[in-house]
């Protein structure tokens, strides 16, 4: 039923830099931001990213956002042990007028 | 830190009416459109809708339309999430959030829907 499609799990070492894509349409990502979510077991999600790239108070800057056409990433640089978990992306979209969230990815730290 | 609390977990049974809550800690309930969101057991997040506190204007996910219905009740600070007949398919996590803001979501009520 989501409308984002992210690749199910990705795994790195401590200190490696691991990227999630979410890739989307021209309706939700080729036309609005992209928010990310991460979601620890048995916890509420928390937002990581807004507009696309931009860091709630907290986050550290080791966690970067982009996006290109219908397609977005999330990259977390200096991979710690703290960063497993699962994380959503999300964004507006225009055909649905709705919110639409990904499949998720979780994160494995090896 | 503006907080939105959400009421405790539920059981209910198949053709029941559930309703659960969203409570708004701070100051800033009309401003913001309250989302609810559902999670079930081991997937992905789904958006239900969203309600404008300010005049009760919904807006559904073509997905939950009919099954569900949100309200608020200003007087309390208060969004609710209601079910006028369950279906087992309605075990999940539920959040309310406002996504249009970087606040936390709310801690999430488990809704189990069982015969």
């Known amino acids: 039923q989501s409308v984002l499609t992210q690749t199910p799990s990705t795994s790195g070492t401590p200190g490696q830099r691991v990227t999630i894509y979410c890739s989307g349409s021209?309706?939700?990502?080729?036309?609005?931001?992209v928010n990310w979510y991460q979601q620890f077991p048995g916890m509420a999600p928390k937002l990581l990213l807004y507009?696309?790239?931009l860091r709630p108070s907290g986050v550290p800057d080791r966690f970067s956002g982009s996006k290109s056409g219908t397609s977005a990433s999330l990259a977390i640089s200096g991979l710690q042990s703290e960063d497993e978990a699962d994380y959503h992306c999300a964004a507006w979209d225009d055909r649905l007028n709705g919110y639409v969230f990904g499949t998720g990815t979780k994160v494995t730290v090896l | 830190e503006v907080q939105l609390v959400q009421s405790g977990a539920e059981v209910g049974k198949p053709g029941e009416s559930l309703r659960i809550s969203c409570q708004d800690s701070g100051y800033t309930f009309s401003k913001y459109w309250i989302t609810w969101v559902r999670q079930m057991p081991g997937k992905g997040l789904e958006w239900m809708g969203r309600i404008d506190p300010s005049d009760s204007y919904t807006n559904y996910s073509p997905s939950f339309e009919g099954h569900v219905t949100l309200s608020v009740d200003k007087s309390i600070s208060t969004a609710y999430l209601q079910w006028s007949s369950l279906k087992a398919s309605d075990t999940a996590m539920y959040y309310c959030?406002?996504?249009?803001?970087?606040?936390?979501w709310g801690q999430g009520t488990l809704v189990t829907v069982s015969s």
């Open positions: 021209r309706s939700n990502i080729g036309s609005n931001t």
């Open positions: 959030a406002r996504l249009a803001t970087t606040e936390p």
């Open positions: 507009n696309t790239n």
